[in-house]
Antibody, heavy 119, light 107 residues
Framework: EVQLVESGGGLVQPGGSLRLSCAAS????????MNWVRQAPGKGLDWVSYISISGNTEYYAGSVEGRFTIYRDNAKNSLYLQMNSLRAEDTAVYYCARYSGSRGDFTYWGQGTLVTVSS | DVQMTQSPSSVSASVGDRVTITCRTS??????LAWYQQKPGKAPKLLIYAASSLQSGVPSRFSGSGSGTGFTLTISSLQPEDVATYYC?????????FGGGTNVEIK
């Protein structure tokens, strides 16, 4: 069974940093592209970042470019999102999602971790 | 970015009714469209990929159709467990974008 378990969310002050983790199991992690998608409270879904299988290619939404960094450790079956210079508008549930490049869909999602940016 | 417009924003129907949700895109995306179901407090779940392909394990009352700029998700016979918000998502043009969501309720 595919499982994605996020952790690392919490309350942080504006301008602060946080690192999210996503532990993968039930599939060969190193065979799949991965993404982070977020959802602000009561709002819709917003794609945040993508990373290739090898980790050599990354893409970011314009709203987080230069502040967030996605990376992965295939030996540890883990995905990460380093978030710096956090803003109130970054408040959201952050989901890691396994991506199907051949189909273009987010096939499996974790349960999400809540990040709250507030003073 | 490709703009995604879902309609209606909410729908209330009786058990057994046919429910149709529409997703329109600002540019042609061929068949690179997926549909997701999100129940309150839960993560999204993939229902349909490539516009009309049913994800494994998803009940056959869900179906998708369309190509280009117009797509539909149909629930052929609404069940109580289908109460959720439904989102479309395009993957033809970077970055991937989602529709605003459609809330489905039981009347």
């Amino acid at each position: 069974e595919v499982q994605l378990v996020e952790s690392g969310g919490g309350l942080v002050q504006p301008g602060g940093s946080l690192r999210l983790s996503c532990a993968a199991s039930g599939f060969t992690f190193s065979d799949y592209e991965m993404n982070w998608v977020r959802q602000a409270p009561g709002k819709g879904l917003d794609w945040v970042s993508y990373i290739s299988i090898s980790g050599n290619t990354e893409y970011y939404a314009g709203s987080v470019e230069g502040r967030f960094t996605i990376y992965r450790d295939n030996a540890k079956n883990s995905l990460y999102l380093q978030m710096n210079s956090l803003r109130a508008e970054d408040t959201a549930v952050y989901y890691c999602a396994r991506y199907s490049g051949s189909r273009g869909d987010f096939t499996y999602w974790g349960q999400g971790t809540l990040v709250t940016v507030s003073s | 970015d490709v703009q995604m417009t879902q309609s209606p924003s909410s729908v209330s129907a009786s058990v057994g009714d046919r429910v149709t949700i529409t997703c329109r895109t600002s540019q042609s995306i061929s068949s690179w469209l997926a549909w997701y179901q999100q129940k309150p407090g839960k993560a999204p779940k993939l229902l349909i990929y490539a516009a009309s392909s049913l994800q494994s394990g998803v009940p056959s009352r869900f179906s998708g159709s369309g190509s280009g700029t117009g797509f539909t998700l149909t629930i052929s016979s609404l069940q109580p467990e289908d109460v959720a918000t439904y989102y479309c998502q395009q993957a033809n043009i970077f970055p991937p974008t989602f529709g605003g969501g459609t809330n489905v309720e039981i009347k």
